[in-house]
């Protein structure tokens, strides 16, 4: 991507103000994706992003620039650009890159661009065809299909330089009901960070069929009651909740400002004994999975909250300096476009002992969120929102009836102190997480939990 | 490269391997941000973007690619990759390339003033910013972002059938959000401002002190009874709603079935004092544009007017679907985009009410400064939303207290047949092109859902 010499001159030019560690970051990615609705094939977009990010850090104050013009003359000009808003001394710091390999822990047997676009629009046809084919409810469809095969070199002034390649690949189904002039959406967004042969070997019917399945249900349903009422969460992308409403406020980004409601709580209890939670960027070929993260650091499993006691922080080289605490491999960045920080990889409560129906059987009356939508957070007041994709009403421990519309609101740390039940059926599910280092895919678990009062907004 | 190198190069290949139109789409765009944080430089960022968009019809179908490399190596590369994208379409509506208008608006260069501004004053203001939140009141305890940006944007489109289009763009942004703290309880507010013209009108002092007065009145927030209650939005909430239902204008969403006003042009679908207007050549709107994303000029059109649907925004595409004009709003988000369709200023057209006069006249509602989760608590294809939001309790026409822990909900449609009276005080949500703007609007009724 770029010569190691290069590489070396870029950083000693970044350095020339008196810089006490400086970063390049070059990306060569291809991504493509396709969308097919109603069966028909109607967009298809496909290219090459090219780029190189140079940070330069003085202390805690970080300086970033990009350019998509490689040449060797730019380069080193935006380097010197970036090294005028720091004004020191120039310090002696010898440059000495020593290539080290990564481990590749997430294999990528068939790269996107092994694979021809007829037969990726035939992994979308099947969506289209089990979802249409569920009921005749179903007036629309629309099938996404997403790609990239990312290159990344990432060198430093502490003799870091190493090359990575990440590939992912995702399904997005969405099935529409409609009832005269009435429309409910359900949908699916299998992926992960593999070839595709994780598309080869996914049931892709079954998910085409649940999107369905949940939009056929949402048109039937009445609007959710308002109120605070228990709240019964259910696996896979239910762990939005923890993702939103606590694994932000864990990060460097927030905790570091001494801006999030988790800042200077560790080793203290904040969520209820029944809560372990967990950050895990070595899953393998999970979609928030990373050999390296985008520092050069290898990712790895970071205990966050253990049987409700604050343990960690997500934390990358800046929060480290900041915090006094050590990187825990979790710098990330959507491209070249954004200087990296503390984000999360797969983050999910673990599982626990109650099975779901003993969860169900339990509650007097409560709603059920069998499926979460997506949702936001402020990490300064712990103040969080999710919708609720697909919704029941819980009665005398049986599920009595769909409701649609619902919205759950509450504060982090209250809602991780209320948990009062964790089923055993952990799994995951996929989202883009957005903050100010761009959109980045990441994994979000849990079992089924149970909220013991969540204010629903309903109509 | 040259541009017109690589423009005749892509052409001259893309001829010999078959196809007949073509079009670059080129946008380049430099960057400043700097944010501040306890008195000093937090980060400055420093950023150069460049990236080229090819589209052209081969086999009678429109094909895309895209690349930030922009060397001759990528000729091949963006020809191989539209090819094939257009071999898998199977619509039978395709787009095509636009030879350009008679005429185009000519809009004002207003920002000498911006493509001069000093990386400074960019620090200065910033500092500022912050220094007056922290000064306006001691509850604000923090400002935990505080930023200002400058940028500037070149488009250029070029095409086999003689369009050439350029624009130039400047943009500067002051952004912040405070921090109020009193009894172990955070509120916060954030306020950002653009201008295209001069810093001036970024309005930093102001604009810090409206954040932290509005984080220190979020203070003592409790939640309400749930229930039925008259509603104001204001402009910033007005705006905010209204963009997130943007595509139920849009004649893409009708050509493929999804927007809840389906054939219905020509009927009611408001109330009788909603017009909504998309403009594309104000001075004061950040999507102001000569020209679209196909090279069409611009204009100004009722989408809604006196509660009828006039017309559904259009691109070339969507228009012949229905047989009528482009409106002049195709659109690609960057160059990594096809061409949709949105809003160039979309504006709900201002009463003549102030925001006072609307609380005055309210015996008991709420007024909603803060609405949150939109991407996910709205459904533009059905117009539900359900949003937890932040506002205030108004009794006998006054304010009387803040209110968290509620949520909103209700039907778009529903709403815009329900407004009660309309502010005189635009405000736009965002700061690029498919800008949506609106006053403040009291609504009749909408569901609160509290304890």
Redesign the interface.
């Known amino acids: 991507m770029l010569n190691q010499a290069l590489v070396e001159d870029i950083l000693y030019a970044a350095l020339e103000t008196g810089g006490d560690f400086a970063e390049i970051f070059v990306e060569d990615k291809t991504s493509s994706s396709i969308q097919m609705l109603g069966g028909t094939v109607d967009t298809a977009m496909s290219g090459r992003d090219f780029g190189v990010g140079i940070r330069i850090l003085n202390g805690v104050f970080a300086v970033y620039a990009y350019t998509n013009d490689f040449s060797r003359e730019n380069l080193i000009k935006v380097a010197r650009n970036a090294a005028q808003a720091i004004r020191g001394q120039k310090q002696d710091i010898r440059i000495d890159l020593r290539k080290s390999l990564v481990t590749p822990h997430h294999e990528l047997k068939l790269l996107p661009s092994d694979v021809s676009k007829a037969r990726k629009i035939e992994y979308m046809r099947r969506a289209h065809i089990a979802a249409s084919e569920y009921d005749p409810v179903i007036s629309q469809t629309r099938v996404i299909y997403l790609d990239d095969d990312q290159k990344v070199l990432i060198a430093n002034s502490e003799g870091l330089f190493v090359e990575d390649r990440r590939a992912h690949n995702r399904l997005q189904i969405e099935a529409i009901a409609s009832n005269g002039s009435e429309k409910q959406s359900g949908q699916y967004g299998p992926g992960a960070h593999s070839g595709l042969e994780f598309l080869d070997n996914l049931d892709i019917e079954w998910y085409a069929r649940e999107a369905a399945r949940t939009a056929k249900t949402m048109i039937h349903a009445e609007f959710a009651p308002s109120g605070k009422i228990p709240v019964i969460i259910d696996n896979e992308f239910g762990g939005v909740i923890f993702h939103e409403a606590c694994g932000h406020g864990l990060e460097a980004t927030s905790v570091a400002k001494g801006a999030s409601v988790f800042a200077g709580k560790l080793g203290e209890l904040v969520a209820s004994p029944l809560v372990t939670a967990i950050d895990d960027g070595t899953i393998k070929n999970a979609w928030g999975s990373l050999n390296i993260d985008d520092e050069g650091s290898p990712t790895q499993r970071n205990v966050l909250i253990e049987n409700g006691v604050l343990k960690g922080y997500l934390i990358d080289k800046l929060g480290s300096r900041k915090m006094g605490m050590a990187s825990t491999g979790s710098a990330r960045r959507q491209n070249y476009q954004f200087a990296p920080t503390s984000r999360m990889n797969n983050t999910f409560i673990a599982g626990g002992n109650s099975t779901p129906e003993e969860i169900i059987a339990n509650t007097e009356y409560g709603l059920y969120a069998k499926y979460m939508g997506g949702g936001s957070v402020n990490t300064a007041t712990g103040d969080f929102n999710f919708a609720v994709r697909e919704g029941y009403i819980v009665r005398n421990g049986k599920i009595e009836k769909p409701v649609r519309g619902a919205t759950l609101i509450g504060k982090g740390i209250e809602v991780l102190q209320k948990i009062d039940m964790v089923g055993n059926n952990l799994a995951f599910g996929q989202g883009m997480c957005g903050s100010i280092s761009g959109s980045i895919p990441a994994d979000v678990g849990q079992p089924m939990i149970r909220v013991s009062e969540l204010t629903v907004g309903g109509r | 490269m040259e541009m017109v190198q690589f423009k005749e190069l892509l052409f001259e290949k893309g001829r010999e391997v078959g196809f007949t139109d073509m079009e670059i789409y080129y946008q380049a765009e430099r960057e400043t941000t700097v944010r501040v944080?306890r008195g000093?430089?937090?980060?400055?960022?420093?950023?150069?973007?460049?990236?080229l968009?090819f589209r052209g019809v081969i086999g009678g179908k429109m094909?895309?690619?895209?690349?930030?490399?922009?060397d001759a190596d990528?000729v091949d590369?963006?020809l191989q990759?539209a090819r094939?994208?257009?071999?898998?379409?199977?619509?039978s509506e395709s787009e095509e390339i636009f030879a350009g208008s008679e005429r185009y608006v000519e809009l004002r260069d207003q920002s000498q003033q911006l493509r001069e501004l000093t990386?400074d004053v960019l620090i200065d203001t910033a500092k500022a910013m912050e220094a007056a939140a922290l000064a306006h009141d001691p509850r604000v305890e923090?400002v935990?972002s505080c930023m200002t940006v400058n940028s500037e944007t070149e488009l250029t489109i070029m095409n086999t059938k003689g369009l050439n289009c350029h624009t130039k763009d400047n943009l500067v942004i002051g952004y912040i959000?405070a921090?109020a703290k009193e009894d172990g309880v955070?509120?916060?507010a954030a306020k950002g401002e653009y201008s295209l013209r001069n810093i001036e009108e970024v309005n930093a002092a102001e604009l810090a002190q409206t954040a932290a007065s509005e984080a220190v009145g979020k203070l003592g927030a409790q939640?309400i009874e749930?229930g039925q209650y008259p509603v104001i939005l204001r402009n910033e909430t007005a705006s905010t709603l209204l963009k997130a239902f943007v595509s139920v204008f849009s004649g893409e969403s009708a050509s493929?079935?999804?927007t809840?006003l389906q054939d219905r042009v020509g009927q009611k679908v408001a109330g009788e004092n909603v017009t909504i207007i998309d403009d594309p050549h104000r001075t004061d709107a950040p999507g102001s544009t000569p020209f679209d994303s196909e090279g069409m000029a611009t204009a100004r059109h009722d989408v809604v007017r006196n509660g009828e649907l006039v017309t559904f925004l259009h691109n070339l595409k969507t228009a012949k679907h229905f047989g009528v004009e482009s409106t002049g709003n195709a659109y690609k988000a960057s160059y990594?985009?096809?061409v949709s369709v949105q809003p160039n200023n979309l504006v709900l057209e201002p009463g003549d009410r102030s925001l006072d006069e609307l609380i005055a006249g309210t015996e008991r509602g709420l007024m909603l400064v803060e609405l949150?989760?939109v991407?996910?608590?709205t459904?533009a294809?059905?117009g539900?939303f359900?949003?937890?939001c932040i506002g205030h309790l108004i009794e006998n026409g006054k304010i009387v207290r803040p209110v968290?822990?509620?949520?909103?909900?209700?039907n778009i449609l529903e709403l815009l047949n329900n407004v009660e009276a309309i502010g005189n005080d635009l405000k736009f949500d965002g700061y690029g092109r498919g800008a949506v703007g609106a006053p403040s609007i009291k609504i009749k009724s909408l569901?609160i859902?509290?304890?």
Not at chain 2, 63 to 70: N, P, V
Not at chain 2, 404 to 410: H, L, P
């Open positions: 944080f000093e430089i937090d980060a400055y960022n420093i950023a150069e973007k460049a990236g968009s094909g895309y690619s895209y690349t930030e490399k922009i990528s590369l963006l990759e094939e994208n257009a071999a898998i379409l199977e619509q990386p923090m935990n959000s921090l955070v509120s916060s939640t749930s493929k079935g999804l809840l990594r985009g096809s949150q989760g991407h996910a608590g459904n294809v059905s539900d359900s949003l937890a968290n822990q509620i949520t909103v909900s209700g569901a859902a509290g304890k």
